[in-house]
């Protein structure tokens, strides 16, 4: 049980994907400028995550190492991902019209972010069985909420602040993230 705890620990604070280990930096930018779709953007993240993490196991260990296919991981998990993501795409422009229109190309972009990969591949690499893949999964979606929860709350602060105009938009978020980033390498003496 500590040993999980520890995975998922590490995952969300520690070796935080977007704080980092520097993953999934452009939807962390992208979405970061209300908390709603921060919120919104996390929780399609955790889900695709976690499946993500089943189904690359799964695929790994029985058939890319059974058949000396590992060359193919990352085509394999590229595809897994995709998949995944279209069908949270439907699912959310189904049940929450405003959510949808709010992430905008980001929930597509979900594809690209090498947060996913990052950690279908770690896993593999890391040699977690399926569970402690999908306790760091879980982690891991859940330290990528927190950073984009944290920065969208302090930019919508930002955004009401009497700043100079060179301190508006991208700028401040670059050295509002640049800030966190510093912070959650103090984490890293834990453990």
Do not use: D
């Amino acid at each position: 049980m500590g040993e999980y705890f520890a995975i998922l620990f590490g995952a969300i604070f520690i070796y935080n994907f977007v704080l980092t280990r520097f993953l999934g930096i452009c939807p962390f930018l992208g979405v970061s400028k209300k908390i709603e779709t921060s919120i919104g953007m996390g929780a399609a993240v955790i889900f695709v995550m976690t499946l993500a993490a089943i189904i690359t196991w799964l695929i790994e260990f029985y058939i890319l190492e059974p058949m000396s296919l590992e060359y193919l991981r990352t085509i394999a998990f590229i595809l897994v991902i995709a998949s995944l993501v279209q069908f949270v795409e439907m699912v959310i422009q189904k049940v929450s019209p405003a959510l949808y229109e709010g992430l905008g190309v980001f929930l597509p972009l979900i594809t690209t972010n090498c947060a996913v990969l990052g950690m279908a591949i770690l896993n593999i690499q890391e040699k977690f069985n399926i569970i402690e893949s999908i306790v760091h999964a879980i982690g891991a979606a859940l330290g990528f909420t927190l950073a984009l929860v944290i920065l969208a709350g302090i930019r919508e602060r930002l955004e009401l602040a009497p700043l100079s105009k060179y301190y508006k938009g991208a700028s401040v978020a670059l050295i509002t993230a640049g800030i966190l980033s510093i912070a959650f390498q103090g984490f890293q003496g834990m453990m």
